[in-house]
């Protein structure tokens, strides 16, 4: 269930990040790389942060969408 929520939440954060910082890619590679990012920053955040166990995945899985996306934008181009 865990993995479910971080793809769906990654793909919304990479939607509202690509707005919000103005990347340039399209709606395909924003998904994917929101999605990216989502997994990789919820677990790593739920990792360090295990006590607050399905919160501290949410929030790791969008800042990990949206650092991944500012990253893409920055060096990808």
């Known amino acids: ?3 479910i929520l971080w793809i769906l939440i990654g793909a919304a954060a990479g939607w509202f990040a690509t707005r919000m910082l103005e990347v340039r890619t399209t709606p395909l590679q924003t998904v994917l ?6 997994l990789v920053g919820g677990l790593i955040v739920k ?8 919160l501290a995945g949410i929030i790791g899985a969008i800042g990990g969408a949206v650092l ?4 893409w934008d920055r060096y990808a181009r």
């Open 68 to 71: 991944v996306l500012w990253l």
């Open 33 to 38: 790389i929101g999605m990216a990012g989502a």
């Open 47 to 54: 990792t360090v942060l295990a006590v607050l166990g399905v």
């Open 1 to 3: 269930m865990g993995l």
